[in-house]
């Protein structure tokens, strides 16, 4: 009688086991659930304080690494490397308190892993206003956007710019 109980009860905990390895997201779900929060973060749709621009600034610096580097040459800006959240947190702010208002896409993700790192291939568009501004603004640039496995979690490393694709319709 004890005997069938703890088969059962050690099936029951294979059972949970495989269905919790089923249903458990996949490493690249993981990457782009990480992407969907960092695209939701950096939004901005109201009027935001100071306080408030440095808290968002905080929250969205945090799904980052410690050290990330910005490959921006194809735009004309060179290689960008920020050392520490911190630091990354007061740019991220420093660019939210000149925007109005910035809705963002991410379209055609896709992602490669090599061990602990990763890199998103997609497509962005942007479109915001900025204070005090005229109009609006839109753009549509391809990025890949890197990542590293820290302490079982994916964090931001960095990016590269790989192309304007509104100056590459306009030039076709």
């Known amino acids: 009688m004890?005997?069938?109980?703890?088969i059962r009860l050690a099936a029951g905990f294979?059972?949970?086991?495989?269905i919790w390895?089923?249903?458990?997201?996949?490493?690249?779900?993981?990457?782009?659930?990480?992407?969907?929060q960092?695209?939701?973060?950096?939004?901005?749709?109201?009027?935001e304080s100071t306080l408030a621009q440095l808290n968002r600034a905080r929250q969205l610096?945090?799904?980052f690494g410690?050290?990330?580097?910005y490959d921006l040459t194809t735009l004309g800006h060179g290689i960008t490397e920020i050392d520490s959240r911190e630091e990354l947190a007061q740019r991220i702010?420093?660019?939210?308190?000149?925007?109005?208002?910035?809705?963002?896409?991410?379209?055609?993700?896709?992602?490669?892993i090599e061990g602990d790192r990763a890199t998103v291939g997609v497509t962005g568009t942007a479109l915001g206003a900025t204070r005090g501004g005229e109009g609006q603004f839109m753009d549509v640039h391809r990025v890949e956007i890197e990542f590293v496995r820290q302490d079982g979690d994916w964090l931001v490393s960095g990016g590269r710019h790989?192309?304007?694709?509104?100056?590459?319709?306009?030039?076709e």
């Open 21 to 36: 390895l089923l249903l458990r997201p996949g490493e690249e779900q993981r990457i782009l659930d990480r992407l969907e």
């Open 14 to 18: 294979v059972a949970a086991a495989g």
């Open 66 to 69: 410690t050290r990330t580097r």
């Open 162 to 171: 790989v192309r304007d694709e509104r100056a590459a319709s306009d030039s």
């Open 2 to 6: 004890i005997k069938k109980r703890v």
């Open 38 to 47: 960092v695209r939701a973060l950096a939004e901005v749709r109201d009027q």
């Open 61 to 63: 610096s945090a799904l």
């Open 93 to 112: 702010a420093a660019g939210r308190s000149k925007l109005a208002s910035l809705e963002l896409d991410l379209l055609a993700p896709v992602v490669q």
